[in-house]
């Protein structure tokens, strides 16, 4: 089935550290790929999201670029701030085949000051 | 900002009672959703609403559980007799339009069962 698997955390950096979340997906189809992040006492936000392949997705200073060759949407970022820490989602839906999004299990990133 | 506001943000309960976790999506929102997390796993979906009807359920959603939009703010999601097995972290969500891609999430009821 359709699933998303990203890197087990904690992380942590330094600030203005360079920061790369791995995530690859299984799917049968061609989905549209999303990073959400949860900052400590909110819900869930999108970040970023890349619609078919070779499309990249920015916001705040992330990256990620749909790669279909290797099922991945690694998340970048070249500096981190230490508002930053947070719990970082990758996650997959078929926006015209039914109404769900399959997420990985998140992973935490500290941002050490 | 509108948002998507969730109420509790954690509820204590004891195995084999019902409880309701509200949420009151945004104001001009059609479609809703509950999804959960269980402790260090995944987010799962659970279940989709549009039009005062399921639109979309996930093999979690059994019997035990159930939604319903009592008026036009609130959506609620009713688990009838809890298990130990669901204590999780319960998210709702709403968008605009369907896909669920455009969701907008709550801050999420923290669930306990004991």
């Known amino acids: 089935g359709d699933s998303v698997t990203q890197m087990e955390g904690p992380v942590t950096l330094s600030e203005e550290a360079f920061l790369t979340i791995n995530c690859t997906y299984t799917a049968t189809g061609y989905p549209s790929l999303f990073w959400y992040v949860q900052y400590p006492g909110e819900g869930l936000q999108l970040l970023l999201k890349a619609t078919k392949a070779d499309d990249k997705g920015s916001n705040k200073g992330f990256e990620a670029t749909y790669r279909k060759e290797t099922t991945s949407f690694h998340l970048e970022k070249g500096s981190v701030q230490v508002s930053d820490s947070a719990v970082y989602f990758c996650?997959?839906?078929?926006?015209?085949?039914?109404?769900?999004?399959?997420f990985g299990k998140g992973t935490r990133l500290h941002i050490l000051p | 900002e509108p948002e998507v506001t969730q109420t509790p943000s954690h509820q204590v309960t004891q195995m084999g009672q019902e409880v309701i976790l509200r949420c009151v999506p945004i104001?001009?929102?059609?479609?809703f959703y509950w999804y959960r997390q269980i402790l260090g796993q995944k987010v799962e979906f659970l279940v989709s609403f549009y039009n005062n009807e399921i639109s979309e359920k996930s093999e979690i959603f059994d019997d035990q559980f159930s939604v319903e939009r009592p008026d036009g703010s609130n959506f609620t999601l009713k688990i009838r007799s809890t298990k130990l097995e669901d204590s999780a972290m319960y998210f709702c969500?709403?968008?605009?339009?369907?896909?669920?891609?455009?969701?907008?999430f709550g801050q999420g009821t923290r669930l306990t069962v004991v």
């Open positions: 104001s001009n929102h059609l479609y």
């Open positions: 996650a997959l839906s078929f926006p015209n085949r039914d109404d769900k999004i399959i």
């Open positions: 969500a709403s968008s605009e339009v369907t896909g669920g891609s455009e969701a907008f």
